[in-house]
């Protein structure tokens, strides 16, 4: 069958005569959106931010990419702070501003090293030292040098690690990510190899500098530096199983129909294969609209012909977009993207799932916390992907009832104050059930 044109809206499916490609289906929590820089991946996700969110989910959508530009296509001002934006209810906004600084993530190991570091490091312990111990010092300064005190990547990481906490929240049902251009995405998924090295190193400086480290620092705050790296190490591990996750994460190439776009998108998938990263399909933006002019013609031909090349290379479901008269910008115009994309707003039941959305392009998603209420029960569904019962604990303070997953608590709200210990807790698969009594708490 050849590649079907409809031009009477501008997204539809490009369907091959040579290739047969089946529907992709992930079970995602996080919806990623990533290419090369300028390629549409804010417009995209933006509309399927606003689509899913009137549809019925609460909705974070996050971005990561330093242009800020998801606050223009929304036309509105979001900010490095959780928004909810106006005019869309059950959506907020996050654009993340990460700095890339030691003492930002690790705040003891970025004040040890800026000690280590700084020419006056010993301040008035170095009177107390005798010449050995200070050139024992002076050599592992020599050894270790400052760049190498730098985390490669730092900023992916912390824009990841910020990430996460937002993903292992069950009061979000989907997280939307417009990424940063794909090499920053490569860049923090070879991460975890990299802070190994990195940490090796910085723990190595601490061992060596032996009984020197504790004076300067005392035995149990060296202790607890060497415990922070050690937990960084293990989180930065995590985010990569989550991202790896097919029941967590679905990964959308964006591109546009020229060979230097599609020749990245060839390279990024691949090497986004490599780290297991679960890739639902493409979408080539900008693809010249069909019209009785031979410029035009000939320039749409010879996109075509990129595009069934792209095919055959990705082996995926690839959809297309023609290019708009005008630009897309606010809430109405993605409001109109999104329908071409996922077909008309229909309230996604209120059951944790799978739900299955999409007409050009495809998702399942799961809501994250459902309740139901009786005479004597409160139950409450949180749904963890990919979750360790291990990695799961309940406490409760003054009536409020906290979730930790990974050392990191969330409160989940109740219908009355409750009491942990009363609580009956149950992991059914990735399904968290608690079951509280609302009588005597």
């Keep these: 069958m050849p590649l079907q044109d ?22 995602a929590r996080l919806l990623l959106f990533g290419g090369k820089g300028g390629v549409g991946k804010t417009t995209t996700s933006s509309a399927t931010a606003v689509w899913l969110a009137d549809s019925g989910l609460r909705v974070l959508l996050v971005s990561s990419d330093p242009a800020h530009s998801t606050s223009d296509s929304l036309g509105v001002n979001i900010g490095s ?3 909810p934006i106006e005019g869309v209810d059950g959506l907020w906004g996050l654009e993340m501003d990460p700095e890339a600084k ?26 107390m030292l005798d010449t050995k111990a ?17 985390i490669p990547g730092l900023d992916e990481a912390m824009a990841f690690d910020e990430l996460l906490q937002h993903v292992e929240d069950p009061n979000w049902d989907v997280i939307v990510f417009d990424t940063a251009p794909t090499g920053h995405t490569l860049r923090f998924l070879s991460l975890p190899e990299l802070i190994e090295a990195w940490s090796d190193r910085v723990i190595r400086m601490m061992r060596v500098s032996g009984g020197i480290r504790s004076m300067m620092f005392g035995r149990k705050e060296s202790d607890a530096m060497k415990e922070e790296l050690e937990k960084f190490q293990r989180r930065v591990l995590h985010v990569r199983r989550v991202l790896s996750n097919d029941e967590i994460t679905s990964f959308t190439l964006v591109t546009i129909p020229e060979r230097m776009g599609v020749n990245e998108t060839i390279r990024a998938q691949k090497s986004l294969q490599e780290f297991n990263l679960p890739i639902g399909g493409c979408l080539v933006n900008r693809l ?36 708009f008269e ?11 993207v999104g329908q071409y994309l996922y077909g008309p707003v229909t309230e996604i039941d209120g059951g944790l799932g799978p739900h299955s959305i999409g007409s050009i392009l495809h998702h399942e998603v799961h809501r994250g916390m459902v309740k139901q209420l009786s005479e004597d029960i409160e139950t409450i569904f949180l749904h963890y992907p990919g979750i360790k019962r291990e990695e799961l604990s309940l406490r409760s303070e003054e009536g409020v009832l906290f979730v930790g997953l990974n050392d990191r608590e969330k409160e989940v709200k109740t219908s009355i104050p409750v009491k942990a210990s009363q609580v009956n807790a149950k992991l059914e ?13």
């Excluded at 570091?117 to 301040?123: D, E, H, K, M, W």
């Excluded at 005008?326 to 109109?336: A, N």
């Excluded at 698969?429 to 708490?441: A, E, H, M, T, W």
Aim: some cysteine; glycine content about 6%.
């Design 134 to 150: 200070k050139d024992e010092i002076k050599d592992i300064k020599g050894e270790i040098k400052t760049s190498d005190m730098v």
């Design 102 to 127: 030691i003492s930002a993530l690790l705040p003891k190991v970025g004040s040890a090293m800026e000690k280590m570091n700084s020419s006056g490091a010993l301040g008035s312990l170095g009177m």
């Design 6 to 27: 409809n031009c009477s809206k501008p997204w539809y499916p490009c369907v091959s005569s040579s290739v047969t490609y089946c529907w992709q289906h992930y079970m």
């Design 429 to 441: 698969g990735d399904v968290l059930r608690l079951d509280i009594p609302l009588k005597d708490q």
């Design 326 to 336: 005008t630009e897309v910008v606010g809430i109405e115009r993605l409001r109109e």
């Design 81 to 83: 702070k959780v928004t």
């Design 288 to 323: 010249t609209p069909e019209f009785d002019h031979p410029f035009l013609k000939t320039r749409r031909d010879a996109e075509l012909e990129i595009i069934e090349e792209l095919k055959e290379s990705l082996g995926l479901e690839v959809s297309c977009m023609e290019l």
